[in-house]
């Protein structure tokens, strides 16, 4: 490892992050964009452990995304309202809210698909194999529910209904078309010619199958209950007996899970020493766990680099913000004021003044944020940006091969691996000089840095937030380590 010498440095600055919210109050009487509405439906999808293709394709094959007609009202057909097209002839949901409110109205079609999801699961309409909810195909049966148990959705009684395709089938089409995702037929053998199946009828999911994205749980996650409900039950086994009535936004943690059973995957959470039991995972949020705390920023909860993230802020490399934005592309200027803090976190930082931002060698000083100057000037002493000349370009984007460069400048090579060939690991790194092969492999044998797909550096992608949050607690672990 590379040794520096430092003066002494004060963290002052604040992180620059930008913050993306959804408001959606704020569509009233017009459609927002679909790439707006996509996002919306990821979300409400994460929360409620349904694959989000499913979700998406049921909005596209029911209102083709869009929540108000062109003179600005709630798209209405029959008593079915908006974008999710959601029926509430039972008064189960705010009537206003599905009309007017666009990410109500999606979590209400989500409540509707898992009703219809308990009906299959709990054998009140046929149901697929196991019913494991993140197996694409072993959504048939709900899906027919949701657009009507009626047997016009019986692909033997296409003829006689005059269709070209049952409903699930147009959303078996549309996940495959638009979203590039292969849904595959159950074997139609097994329903009857004519008429509705029985609900007694089980069918084999298929022998090809392909998985959903439901994020699962771990033990020692903090929760709270959530969705549109007013109520939540905690169950005395899995699928078990109700033991305990919780409201919305009920806290807790989880003991034990996930069990898969009747067509849900169940946590063990505890609330307190009178109230312990079992809950599926569609009404839980994940706010923290137990190792990291409490997530300070609301977008990281179903995020794989969540620890990481919250690793770094409770040893002060990043600051309390509503938001991370996780998968935004890390700029130069950001990567290297996370550098500056790993580097030397206890060391005074001089406060930023005009002179020091003069002091920087580069032509385009002018252009970083006041909050980056002092630690790119820190970044600057330790030699780490010898490879820029003139220009720094601080609000591009970070490619990976420069990554691995400034890394390289921190731990140099590693002796342990000094007759490896870094082609030999990596087939794409051909077009680089030697200086950047050598700094890759200073990366990957440090352990700072490994391939991003099978065999491949791919020196050209470019850093995430979250990628380069995971970077800085291995460069922690490995300066603690050296």
Known sequence: MKIFKTTTRKIIALILIFVFTFNTLAYANYNPSREELEAMIDEVALKRAIPSVILKAIARVESVYEHFNSKGSPK?????????????????????????????????????????????SYQSVSCVGNMDPNILENWYFALWAYNGWAQSNNPHMLSSYAKRSTYQQLIYDIARKEYGQTINNIDLSYLPKSGIPSRS??????????????????VGDYVRTD???????????????????????????????????????????YVDEKREGWIERNWLFR?????????????????????????????????????????????KEEFL????????????????????KNTLPFEDADEIHTWAVEHIQHVNELGLLEDYESELNPLDKLSR??????????????????????????????????????????????????GKVTGKFCPDDYLTRAEAAAIMVKIIDRLGNT
Do not use: C
């Not at 004021?337 to 020091?356: G, Q």
């Not at 990554?403 to 030999?424: H, Y």
């Open 287 to 331: 706010t923290g766990d137990t190792e990291h705390g409490r997530y300070v920023f609301e977008d990281i909860s179903f995020h794989w680099a969540r620890k990481v993230i919250m690793e770094l802020f409770n040893k002060g490399v990043i600051s309390e913000a509503e938001s991370f934005n996780p998968d935004n592309i890390a700029t």
């Open 337 to 356: 004021v996370f550098i500056s803090k790993v580097m030397d976190n206890n060391e005074e930082h001089l406060p930023y003044s005009e002179e020091t």
């Open 76 to 120: 209405i057909s029959g008593s079915s309202i908006g974008l999710m097209q959601v029926s509430n002839r039972n008064g189960g949901y705010n009537s206003e809210k599905l009309k007017y409110d666009i990410l109500y109205n999606i979590e209400a079609g989500a409540d509707v698909l898992l009703n219809k999801w308990s009906m299959s």
């Open 201 to 218: 009828l089980v069918v084999p999911t298929p022998a090809y199958t392909n998985g959903g994205n439901i994020v699962l749980y771990e």
């Open 401 to 450: 091969r420069e990554a691995a460069n400034i890394i390289e400048g921190i731990f140099g090579e590693n002796n342990e691996f000094k007759n490896l060939d870094i082609n030999t690991i990596f087939s794409d790194l051909t077009q680089l000089t030697e200086e950047e092969i050598r700094a890759v492999k200073s990366a990957y044998t440090n352990g700072i840095m490994s």
């Open 227 to 269: 969705g549109v409900r007013d109520e939540y039950q905690l169950r005395d086994a899995p699928a078990g007996k109700y033991i305990h009535e919780l409201g919305v936004n009920q806290l807790g943690t989880i003991t034990a899970g996930p069990v898969l059973q009747n067509g849900y995957y169940w946590y063990k959470v």
